[in-house]
Structure formats: C-alpha cells, structure tokens
T-cell receptor, first 115, second 112 residues
C-alpha cells in the first residue's frame, strides 16, 4: 500500500531564506504531484514530475524527483510572504504494472513566511 | 471558460439527513474523483469514476454514494450512515485515469 510522508509538517521561515520540503513515498510510483492550498481554498497544481531526475522550476519554487530513493523535494528560494500556504505532495500507486489514477496525498506542509 | 464547479460552497445539515453535493466539469475529462479533507490532513479518496455509468470505491467510501449518468456530472451523496460527515469535500477531474487532476473550489459541509 502506497503511503506518502511529508516533512516538516509546519515550517516558519523568514523572508529571503531558502528551505526544502521533503516528500517520501513507500512503494513504486511513476508520477509525483505538488499542489498548493491557500486557507479555505481548493488545490492548485504546481508541478507534475514523471521520471527519475525530473526537475521543474516556477519562480521561487523548484521540484525534483528521485524515484530510486522514492523522494521528491520542493525547494523554496528567497521566500516571500506570498508563498505562505499549505503544500501537498501526492503520488499515484502502481498496481499490476500500471498506474492507478487516484492520488495518495501527504498530510501537507504548512508554510508561513514572516517578514 | 473551462473548469470544475461545485455547489453549494457551504452546506449545513442536521444529523440523520442525506445530502447531495454537486460537481460539474466542462473540461471534457473522462475521469472524476471525490476527496474528503479534514483539518490538518491531506486528502482522502472517496470514489472515482473512469467513464459514464462506472465508478469505484476509494479508501473511505463507507457512508457515501455516487452516480455518473453524464460525463460532465459526478454528484456525491453523504448518507446518514457516514459517522463523521463534517469536512471539506473536493471534486477533481482528469483527462484519463492517470492524468493530472484538476480540482474544483470545494464544498464545506457541516452536520450538527
């Protein structure tokens, strides 16, 4: 059974600092997603990572995937207040050699960026 | 504009009543999903559907029911059998079952 763990669950940062959120998953998965959620709102897709070594960047956020280590990271560079939100990673389980469509989510990392 | 709509945004019900949450998409996606989110938790899958007239149970289907009579619509009924129905409910869709999922704005259900 696929399990997804994120750490840290809470992160308080100062503006301008760098930090990394980690996402470990327990069994083979061939795609990894990162989502952002603002308080009381829905999920916004940030990145889709489909292969080992994949790296994607958007603004101050960069996501990477290491399928051998079953690890994805979301790196924040020079944080700004607007990045304050909860970030979720999610993976799709592979059953009988193919991906299932449902996503297994981590519990989320609540990021707070302070001036 | 293509997208996913959920209604209502907020829903209040008395314990023991069934309630139906609406989810409509005009993205021409084949697959649709229902998730539940509790405070401080990730999302958990309730039901999903790959095609019209077919749907599968997710991890927490007990106390819920769905239908998929049209490609665009995937309503979720929260029955009185669901022990803790108060939660934030999110509907999603994707082009096919393994595609990237897009989420609707959510319905916050409170049962007292």
């Amino acid at each position: 059974e696929l399990k997804v763990e994120q750490n840290p669950l809470f992160l308080s940062m100062q503006e301008g600092k760098n930090y990394t959120i980690y996402c470990n998953y327990s069994t083979t998965s061939d795609r990894l997603y990162w989502y952002r959620q603002d308080p009381g709102k829905s999920l916004e897709s940030l990145f889709v990572l489909l292969s080992n070594g994949a790296v994607k960047q958007e603004g101050r956020l960069m996501a990477s995937l290491d399928t051998k280590a079953r690890l994805s990271t979301l790196h924040i560079t020079a944080a700004v207040h607007d990045l304050s939100a909860t970030y979720f990673c999610a993976a799709t389980p592979i059953i009988y050699g193919g991906s299932q469509g449902n996503l297994i989510f981590g519990k989320g990392t609540k990021l707070s960026v302070k001036p | 504009d293509g997208g996913i709509t959920q209604s209502p945004k907020y829903l209040f019900r008395k314990e023991g009543q069934n309630v139906t949450l609406s989810c409509e998409q005009n993205l021409n996606h084949d697959a649709m999903y229902w998730y539940r989110q509790d405070p401080g938790q990730g999302l958990r899958l309730i039901y999903y559907s790959q095609i019209v007239n077919d749907f599968q149970k997710g991890d927490i289907a007990e106390g819920y029911s769905v239908s998929r009579e049209k490609k665009e619509s995937f309503p979720l009924t929260v029955t009185s059998a669901q022990k803790n129905p108060t939660a934030f409910y999110l509907c999603a869709s994707s082009i096919w079952l393994t595609g990237e999922q897009y989420f609707g704005p959510g319905t916050r259900l409170t049962v007292t």
